[in-house]
């Protein structure tokens, strides 16, 4: 059977504790069966259900940033990569996406502003973002991003990989301790 071997694929993300592991293009559909998927998952899990409701609230928000702002937009043609972990803590949601070059300075500053904000700065400013009315092309005007990292117990923690002068490839890992 190839070169692939399945069990040792399926041992590794057991042994990581990998609930959900998604690769592929992102279509409306696709986007409500992960979240019908994951919701199912967290009741298996021995969480409280204030920690599920946010790895759900973090989840579903993240796969709206992946469907609305991956290079193609909407029903793009790049794949996407999102990823649920267990860990001794609590949670990660861990997703991947390309991005156009020349967006890149902006969201790395974005990120590192967010990730210099207490809660209160980022509740005032998801407040700010959300009276002011001033939203993207794509919508929302950066409330997303805000509330993932209100929803978050940590920094968000991202990469950004350079793949030619065109294309890069962002990762963002948003954990979630339990409560």
Avoid: W
Wanted: glycine share 8%.
């Amino acid at each position: 059977m190839g070169n692939i071997d399945i069990y040792e694929m399926y041992d590794r993300m057991e042994q990581q504790n990998i609930m959900l592991s998604f690769k592929g293009n992102l279509t409306q559909e696709m986007l409500h069966s992960i979240c019908e998927v994951m919701e199912r998952k967290l009741e298996e899990f021995d969480a409280d259900n204030r920690t599920k409701k946010r790895v759900y609230h973090v989840l579903v928000e993240c796969l709206q940033n992946l469907f609305h702002h991956s290079k193609g937009g909407g029903e793009q043609e790049e794949s996407i990569i999102v990823m649920v972990v267990k860990n001794a803590n609590g949670y990660s949601v861990i997703t991947g996406n390309h991005v156009d070059s020349k967006d890149v300075d902006v969201l790395r500053q974005r990120i590192k502003e967010i990730n210099s904000m207490d809660s209160d700065a980022l509740k005032n400013l998801y407040r700010k973002v959300l009276t002011n009315g001033t939203y993207s092309s794509k919508g929302g005007g950066g409330l997303g991003i805000i509330d993932i990292a209100r929803k978050s117990d940590d920094k968000l923690d991202f990469g950004i990989v350079p793949l030619d002068e065109f294309n890069s490839f962002f990762s963002l890992n948003v954990k979630i301790a339990n409560q």
